[in-house]
């Protein structure tokens, strides 16, 4: 007999590992060096902007093919590569991310040399002087993707590079398209998996804490949503293009009694609308976003001990953007319980709004605090903190994560009790 609590740690554990969306955005490119010469490794620079109203998780591509043209016109093309680890880059609304590849300038190349990014309009150049004209950004970029750097000495052409790596780059191998070609760049066609783990982003926030009150101890969430309809124009606002389902799941861990049970833990699946900027103001530094859905929770457990509850609910979300890189974000969730059969009175101590006040730094530190009130003195205050990791001589992923709670509600199961107050520190994933 498969119980309720099997079926949830299966659902997880085929899902957590495959966090990762693509996405579309404005990219600008720039060129770190004004000259270079043939073996010369330059360096692209891209911004990708976020100034539609829903966030986007977007996956740069490990190699962009380059053409590179001189003043007779004549084409050379080559690849850069990303110089980051793969994987997607989360860009909130009215925020930016920067990533750059690298490139070897290939050989035999003299002169100025318009550089473009293969179906991209933007034309780039490696000395102070412009050549104007058509037949520079208007010719077709015949001839082979090139190894660039392989050739014997710097006068040499390069030799050309396998067609399976030039197609699985999203290029052809015998020619590219003029820089004037509106067309935009496009990728191999993505395999059923791809188009399922796409679809996939982060939700709540991810962290493992653990503290010492009352014994060790320890807290852990993980948290996804996935995207019901992926539009082929992220711009397409049409409503069914902000569905989810979404998947939380929240454990406190006894780490000090016989063999470290789980006090408890909480699995929370749901169904949801979300748009990130419903209103947005003229300067975008004051937008609106909505949310409303559906949410299920219970503690999979049976008998006495079991806790079920459901859940609608509308939060609206106001995001202020600083000037200096930082957004502030009050979001209440305004909650109307239904079918709580076994914990009729749970309203009387969660209430019936999550107060909700966060503010996040353009890569840096995130704060968060959560307040519900119940009837009476019932409340509960919960405050996050977290830093990057990559900002610390560690260098690492992940961020450095503190968490302060008092009060009701940590577990379903005991949400009638007052716990705390708890201090814990542990890496987050998500803050």
Known sequence: MVTRTTFFHSFFAAL?????????????????QAHAVSG??????????NDTDTAMDWIPPEQLVLQWRDGSGRSTRSLAYLEAAPGQRNVPVNTFVRVSWSAVVPGGLT?????NIEGEPTLLALDTSHTPGGRIVGSVAAGPVVDAGAAPTPLESD???PETLVTAAGASPEAGPPVTNEARRTAPPLSPFDRFRNAISPYEPIYLVMGNKDGRNARYQVSFKYRLFSPVDPADTSFINHLYLGYTQTAVWDLHGDS???VDTSYKPGIFWRKDALFQNDNKQWFLGMAAGVQHESNGKGGDDSRSLNYAYLQPELNYRFNGGSTLTFAPRIKSYFHVSENNDYHRYAGNVDWQLRWAQDDGVVLTGLYRQGSKDRRMTQIDAAWPLRRTPLNMNGYLHLQYFNGYGETLLGYNHRSGPHFRIGLSLIP
């Open 16 to 32: 957590v590992m495959v966090i990762t969306v693509p996405a579309t955005a404005a990219i600008s490119y720039n060129l770190e």
């Open 40 to 49: 010369d490794t330059v360096r692209i620079n891209a911004v990708v902007f």
């Open 111 to 115: 002169g100025l040399q318009a550089v």
């Open 159 to 161: 030799p050309a590079l």
């Open 260 to 262: 470290y049970p789980f």
